[in-house]
C-alpha cells in the first residue's frame, strides 16, 4: 500500500529564510509524487509533480523539490519565504492510473 | 478558460438527510474525481468517474455515491448523512491517465448538525 508521512503539521520560518518541508513516502512500485497548495478556503494547487524523469524538480513560485530513492523522501524547498507563501501544504503519492495519496499536510506560517 | 467549478459553495444539512453537490470539470477534461477533506486533514479519495461510469473507488461507505453525465459534469450524493460527513468536498478533474495534473475545485463546505 501507498502512503505519505508529512513531518511537522506546523513550520515556522522568517521572511527571507530557507523554507523546508518534509515528506516522507511508502510506495512498492516506483512512485509518482505530488507538491501541492491549499489558501484559506479554497482548493488544492499543483506546485510541482515528479514522474520519473529528473529527480529534481522545480515548481511554480520557486518551490523544487528533489526525489530520493535511497531515503524514501520528497522534500519541497523554496530559498526565500515570502509572506505570500503562508499555506496549507500537501505531499502525495500515486502509481499510474491509481488514485492519489495525499499527507496530512504542514501548515507554514511565515514570520515577519 | 474556465477552471474546476463546484455548487453549491456552503451547506447545512441534518442528521439523515441526503445532499448532492454538483461539479463541472475543466475545459478539455474527461475525468473527475472526488476527495472528502476533514478539517485539519487531508484529502481523502472517494472515487473517479471517467467514460460515466465509476472507474476507481477508496474507503467510503455505500451512502457515498456519484454520476457522471455524457458532458463529463458529476454529481455526488451522500445519503443518510452522519455528524462525521462533515468536511469540505473538493473535485478534480483532469485528463484519464492517473498521472496526469489534476485540477481541483474550491470545494463544497458541507456541515452536518
Known sequence: AQSVTQLGSHVSVSEGALVLLRCNYSSSVPPYLFWYVQYPNQGLQLLLKYTSAATLVKGINGFEAEFKKSETSFHLTKPSAHMSDAAEYFCAVSRRDDKIIFGKGTRLHILP | DAGVTQSPTH???TRGQQVTLRCSPKSGHDTVSWYQQALGQGPQFIFQ?????????????DRFSGHQFPNYSSELNVNALLLGDSAL???????????????FGPGTRLTVL
Open chain 2, 11 to 13: 451547506l447545512i444539512k
Open chain 2, 49 to 61: 468517474y471517467y467514460e460515466e461510469e465509476e472507474r476507481q473507488r477508496g474507503n467510503f461507505p
Open chain 2, 89 to 103: 468536498y473538493l473535485c478534480a478533474s483532469s485528463l484519464p491517465h492517473g498521472t496526469d495534473t489534476q485540477y
